[in-house]
């Protein structure tokens, strides 16, 4: 039994009845009792076995994210996912509009498209593109009143696309039209400021647009190369088939110039 420590007491004398049957009794008070414990041992620090248990989770843990973190800096398959579904989105318009709409790049020159950093590396890569609306895709005009009451192409803003900095359309192989590589050297432009459009020299690879009639059939099957121009990835290009019907067949290749095979699902591998 720990020592009990009194700290007041009051002695009872004189009238009280306890006291005249024992004198001189001291009544300790109940709420001045202190109990006097043996100090509690240390639980400072962290035993090995909890310091291993650590370790582990935290490997654990390390070995699911880095993968994850790896698979978020792939701007060509982010690109393509994004340009394959544009086209599905300008086909669904089309139809849904009874109107013919069509992509194209932004800019007849790559010189023309703004500088972007990535990796620590500025990088200037054709990857802008504009989507126009008109009565069909015959027309050839912007703005203007054409024959039969219909006017020349017209800007959809709110559908205009831009890829990830690093992707961007590759000069080779060139992009092709019909089967016949795209070899016009003049690209129609309207002007920021309004102005009727201009004819200016291009380069021929971004002198094509993929267009789609009220019915959601392809004017003319483009075939275009993306590129992946950090080139940290297993896919360093990728080729665009897009047929008069049906989705895009996509091609992914590797550094060497090799198909890399679909995965189980179909689905290309980058």
Same mark, same amino acid.
């Given at each position: ?65 880095? /993968? ?36 194209? /790049? ?84 309207? /002007? ?79």
């Amino acid at each position: 039994m720990p020592p009990v420590k009194c700290s007041r007491s009051i002695r009872h004398t004189g009238t009280s009845p306890v006291a005249a049957i024992i004198p001189n009794f001291i009544f300790i008070e109940e709420s001045s009792i202190v109990a006097i414990r043996p100090p509690k041992p240390s639980s400072d620090g962290f035993t090995l076995v909890e310091l291993l248990v650590v370790v582990i989770i935290t490997s654990i843990i390390m070995g699911l994210a880095i /993968p994850s973190l790896m698979a978020l800096n792939k701007p060509l398959r982010d690109g393509t996912l994004q340009f394959k579904s544009q086209l599905s989105l300008i086909r669904s318009k089309a139809i849904s509009t009874n109107q013919a709409y069509r992509l194209r /790049p932004k800019y007849p020159t790559t010189a023309q498209y703004p500088a972007a950093t990535a990796q620590n590396s500025t990088l200037i890569t054709p990857h802008s593109f504009i989507v126009e609306y008109a009565a069909n895709c015959q027309v050839s005009t912007y703005g203007d009143p054409l024959p039969g009451g219909n006017v020349g192409w017209q800007s959809a803003p709110d559908l205009d696309l831009d890829l990830p900095a690093a992707a961007g359309v590759a000069p080779l192989p060139v992009t092709q039209v019909n089967g016949t590589a795209v070899t016009s050297a003049t690209f129609t432009m309207v /002007p920021a400021n309004g102005a009727s459009p201009i004819s200016v020299p291009a380069d021929p690879y971004l002198n094509w647009s993929i267009c789609y009639d009220n019915r959601g059939v392809a004017f003319a099957p483009v075939s275009l190369t993306l590129k992946d121009f950090q080139g940290n990835n297993q896919a360093v290009s990728v080729q665009i088939n897009v047929g008069v019907v049906g989705s895009p067949d996509i091609r992914t290749y590797d550094r060497t110039g090799a198909v890399i095979p679909a995965d189980s699902q179909g689905n290309p591998v980058f």
